[in-house]
């Protein structure tokens, strides 16, 4: 007599062994098409899960339901390789880990459409199938918008275009390919979004080089892939870590972990019972930000909205403990062809206060030199003990100074809202993307910039 329990569990095993085939055929198929993909292809494992919703990875491993991915490879080998391809692009383009303060659904739709794109755009046997009317429809409104269908440039572009709910649900329905429940990890769990995102981004970078070192032959089938690789590989900059350009050493009363010696510590107490050899420094020196100033354009041509978002972007990273002294001596500048406020800022607590009852003033023409000489005429004062540097947030369009002043400066643009034909030499760039500003935040961020270059660098570095 057979074992209903045992059959059963024979049953599944079969059930997971022929899956595990379904899918090991896919990742191979792929890779003989797209072989600049064999290390991502090779990067997930499998996992059969009865309470998954179809299909689903965390960026470790492809969870998928047995039942629902026998009849999709019921359908034939393309909606499968199309289903495997489109988790990989997911994890190679970061959508697990930069959804950041954005609505979460809006989210999961644009990273389906960029996905989704770069499969339609790919002309590829094992991944063609015809493109609908629909899908046709909504990529031309967004490359009447954008250059290339990267996540983040949908996700705005949705949100300035507004589909009605209807619309929402029926590109959600067209777009949907896999479950994104699984993309925030567990606490507690050894799989951890840093490990992840390095690991995809090392993965991406290895991916770039392998393309551009098959050049030609590959035809212009992988050209919307190389787009996007290309755009999220460009070089990124952590603000805290720009910012320190500005900051100065000094030493501050706290233990100094990083020159303890725990050997001659442990040793002290092993030879001797309760007596060290030697206890850690009371005193650490550290490189923070204590005189800096923030000018601010205020004229006809920045604005307001976008003034407001970079000053809280950069008070954001500015109030983290680490990158600012308990004290400091920040001063913020308004001016547009002459000084319309200016307001100094000692510790967090008037920063706060300053951001809530913050207001732009001017609207005149734009002329850089005013600011320039107020702070100059600050520093021959007195007022900064070390002043290091100076953010202007402008779209570049006034009448720049010719000296360079004693401290570093760097313009602040916004990408495609600004001109940098004049800006000095002896300059810095900053130049942000729209969306890094404009996004709904639920209060203070880490923040980024999304891109940097020194002098008349003609390449911008955007993230």
């Excluded at 059969?48 to 492809?62: I, K, M, N, Y």
């Excluded at 020196?285 to 354009?297: H, L």
Aim: with cysteine; aromatic share 10%; hydrophobic share 35%.
């Amino acid at each position: 007599m057979i074992d209903p329990v045992r059959h059963r569990q024979l049953e599944e095993l079969n059930m997971v062994e022929i899956c595990v085939r379904i899918l090991s055929n896919a990742r191979n198929e792929l890779y003989l098409n797209m072989r600049y993909l064999d290390l991502s292809l090779s990067a997930l494992a499998y996992e059969a899960d009865p309470s998954c919703r179809g299909l689903a990875t965390d960026g470790f491993t492809l969870f998928y339901h047995p039942d629902y991915l026998c009849d999709l490879f019921s359908h034939g080998r393309v909606p499968v390789n199309r289903a495997y391809l489109h988790m990989v692009l997911h994890c190679l383009f970061c959508h697990m880990d930069t959804r950041g303060k954005r609505d979460e659904s809006d989210w999961d739709l644009a990273c389906d459409i960029a996905a989704e794109a770069v499969i339609d755009g790919l002309y590829l046997s094992c991944v063609h199938r015809p493109v609908s009317l629909f899908r046709r429809d909504w990529y031309g409104r967004f490359k009447k918008r954008l250059s290339v269908l990267n996540a983040e440039g949908v996700y705005h572009a949705l949100r300035e275009m507004a589909p009605t709910e209807k619309q929402k649900e029926r590109l959600a329905a067209e777009f949907l390919v896999d479950d994104h429940s699984r993309w925030d990890l567990p606490e507690n769990s050894p799989k951890t979004a840093a490990v992840r995102q390095d690991l995809w981004n090392d993965n991406r970078n290895r991916m770039q080089t392998e393309m551009e070192t098959m050049g030609s032959g590959q035809g212009g089938d992988s050209d919307s892939l190389m787009e996007q690789v290309r755009v999220e590989n460009r070089e990124r900059y952590d603000y805290k870590r720009f910012l320190r350009k500005f900051s100065v050493l000094r030493e501050e009363i706290r233990v100094d972990m990083d020159s303890f010696d725990y050997g001659y510590y442990t040793y002290g107490l092993s030879l001797y019972g309760n007596m060290p050899l030697i206890e850690p420094l009371e005193s650490k020196e550290i490189s923070r930000i204590e005189d800096f100033v923030i000018v601010i354009d205020t004229s006809m041509s920045c604005s307001g909205e976008l003034v407001k978002r970079f000053l809280e972007e950069t008070y954001d990273v500015l109030c983290e403990s680490e990158s600012y002294f308990r004290k400091t001596n920040i001063h913020i500048i308004q001016c547009d062809d002459r000084i319309r406020e200016e307001k100094t800022v000692t510790c967090r607590e008037e920063m706060e206060a300053y951001m809530a009852g913050f207001t732009i003033s001017g609207y005149g023409g734009t002329d850089f030199r005013p600011a320039f000489e107020y702070v100059n005429g600050l520093v021959r004062q007195g007022a900064f003990k070390h002043l290091r540097g100076l953010l202007y947030f402008t779209d570049g369009e006034g009448i720049y100074p010719v000296k360079r002043p004693v401290y570093d400066t760097a313009f602040v643009f916004v990408k495609d809202q600004y001109t940098d034909i004049s800006v000095p030499a002896w300059a810095m760039k900053v130049i942000l993307e729209p969306g890094q500003i404009t996004e709904e935040r639920s209060g203070p961020q880490p923040g980024r910039i999304p891109g940097l270059s020194d002098g008349h660098k003609t390449e911008e570095q955007s993230l």
